[in-house]
């Protein structure tokens, strides 16, 4: 079996402004969320889901360019600590299109290693699954995190490394 291929680590050479947080705001909701790099080089996405003016979703994603080719992998891996919340995992084959393949995932509270079958990932828009094929398994072109529970919460996730094998 082959060594797993690091897709991103937050390590001494992740940068912070590679990571675009996307609130509700965008439609009018109020959520506020947060990312930073702690000194433990991990990945924090933190902060506030708010139901208010129809909110109630906050994101954080990472563009990858050029899209990486994950056409010999089956399955990612990511080692994350969570709040025991539940989060989406979501990724794009192409940045451009506007939807995403989506993995729902609980969280612990202590650090975890979440194992996502690729080509069970399935098409979402705008919190819809779609009537289309699960994720083609051929690249990445961009990976998010989501938290959108349906109620007003505080929320923090760390994310330390995400993996292929």
Do not use: C
């Amino acid at each position: 079996m082959n060594p797993p291929t690091v897709l991103y680590a937050f390590d001494e050479f992740a940068v912070r402004a590679q990571w675009r947080v996307v609130d509700d705001i965008v439609m009018g909701g109020h959520s506020e969320g947060h990312f930073a790099i702690t000194e433990e080089k991990h990945g924090r996405f933190f902060g506030d889901v708010s139901l208010e003016d129809g909110g109630g979703f906050s994101s954080v994603r990472h563009r990858f360019e050029p899209p990486v080719d994950v056409a010999a992998h089956h399955r990612l891996f990511l080692r994350i600590k969570g709040d025991g919340s539940d989060y989406k995992l979501r990724i794009k084959a192409d940045p451009k299109k506007d939807f995403a393949y989506v993995h729902p995932f609980s969280t612990s509270g202590d650090w975890e290693v979440i194992e996502v079958p690729l080509t069970e990932m399935y098409p979402v828009r705008k919190g819809q699954r779609l009537d289309q094929p699960n994720f083609p398994g051929d690249r990445i072109g961009e990976v998010s995190f989501l938290i959108a529970n349906g109620r007003e919460q505080a929320f923090q996730l760390l994310i330390d490394r995400m993996e292929l094998l």
